[in-house]
């Protein structure tokens, strides 16, 4: 498909309530800039009409809609079934219960066209600002990245604080970047979203921006993966996308140069300073217990400048508790108040079978050397003051 400058992969299960919305803001009414689009929605196993509705898109729109049907495989599938085949220049992820403010998507495309034709002095990655939707009329959250324009910047430069990040629906990354590292999302799993923003941005050298929203972000969908009471039921899972990501910064971080050194650290740290504060200041019951005790091994053991950087982290600037270094101490006392309760425990058993055997030595007479015995172990103990002697026989 030449003369394709973007693809969008549209993953979709039982999505026929929003489908029609989401693949509706895509159409622009600049005929040329539309059929420079490369849509392609992969109906994941779907029970509903998702396929039908995606079909229907196909047949009014040739050329610009594609379908891919196929089996249930999770999130991480569709992304790689769509990458597989994508034909645009830069590709970039649209979740189906989202959508696009088309006004302002057209002007994106017309910003895509442009470093297109640059050809390989353009930008290697397009960032776009996004609005989250809670849902339930709650206010709508703008992220911005204004700051960026205007001066010379590079993905280091992308901030991770005072509600700026970076994820997946904002980024569209040139094709042959991810196919020149053979990158695939994991499949099978949920929460997969985080990695498309993590080892891909190792091989940004080049980023433009777009300062106006284009994604509208929908939190407040009933099961969607990322509302509060799904994000503790999943938490575990989440940190395995989080030790995965680690060990994806690990096998690079030799090749990197300053600029994503720096930014792929922020994002390491901005997610697992997520994960710490969710599981230690929110207490929800649904967290699975001893999951952040897991990934705080894991950090220690593989990512000790991660291990240290959270450390010296305070809930803010103004409040400064260090609550991660607080609740690690708390990990260490119970456990040493453990150790110290085990050693008592054994201490009082060891003194009562000392008794015992003390009584029946008595007995046969050799209380003398039993006595020294039990003086010797009571001495090193820390309960051995606590254990009166028995008196030797005269």
Not at 80 to 86: D, F, M, R
Not at 125 to 151: M, Q
Not at 213 to 224: A, E, I, L, S
Not at 358 to 387: D, M, N, P, W
Request: with cysteine; aromatic share 10%.
């Amino acid at each position: 498909m030449p003369g394709k400058i973007l693809s969008i992969i549209v993953p979709s299960y039982d999505m026929e309530a929003y489908l029609p919305k989401c693949l509706g803001s895509l159409v622009v009414d600049d005929r040329e800039l539309l059929q420079k689009l490369d849509v392609i929605v992969v109906n994941d196993g779907s029970k509903d009409r998702t396929s039908e509705i995606a079909h229907e898109f196909e047949a009014n729109y040739r050329g610009v809609f594609r379908v891919i049907d196929k089996d249930n495989g999770h999130y991480g599938s569709c992304i790689n079934a769509g990458l597989a085949v994508a034909a645009g220049t830069f590709v970039k992820v649209l979740d189906a219960d989202d959508y696009y403010l088309t006004d302002n998507f057209k002007e994106y495309l017309s910003l895509v066209d442009a470093e297109c034709e640059k050809g390989e002095d353009g930008a290697d990655l397009i960032v776009n600002e996004w609005e989250e939707d809670p849902g339930a009329g709650g206010r709508l959250y703008h992220v911005s990245f204004s700051y960026l324009k205007g001066r010379p910047c590079s993905v280091a430069d992308i901030e991770f604080r005072n509600g700026r990040r970076l994820e997946m629906f904002a980024v569209a990354y040139r094709t042959e970047n991810l196919r020149r590292i053979g990158y695939r999302q994991p499949e099978g799993v949920a929460h997969t979203d985080k990695l498309w923003v993590n080892l891909p941005m190792s091989h940004v050298r080049r980023l433009a921006v777009f300062d106006k929203v284009v994604y509208h972000y929908y939190v407040g969908r009933p099961g969607n993966t990322c509302n509060a009471e799904e994000y503790y039921r999943t938490y575990h899972v989440q940190m395995d996308m989080l030790t995965r990501m680690i060990s994806q910064y690990n096998g690079v971080r030799g090749t990197l140069n300053e600029q994503n050194d720096m930014y792929l650290r922020n994002h390491l740290l901005f997610r697992a300073r997520q994960a710490y504060a969710v599981y230690i200041l929110e207490r929800s019951a649904l967290l699975r217990k001893g999951a952040l005790k897991e990934l705080d091994d894991f950090i220690r053991e593989n990512a000790h400048w991660l291990y240290d950087e959270l450390d010296g982290t305070t809930i803010s600037r103004t409040l400064h508790y260090h609550y991660i270094r607080d609740w690690r101490r708390k990990q260490r006392m119970t456990f040493m108040t453990s150790l110290r309760c085990g050693i008592a425990r054994f201490a009082v058993r060891s003194c009562g079978r000392l008794r015992r055997l003390s009584q029946h030595a008595r007995e046969q007479g050799i209380c003398f050397a039993l006595g020294k015995l039990k003086r010797q172990i009571l001495r090193q103990g820390e309960y051995a003051t606590a254990v009166p002697l028995t008196p030797r026989n005269k």
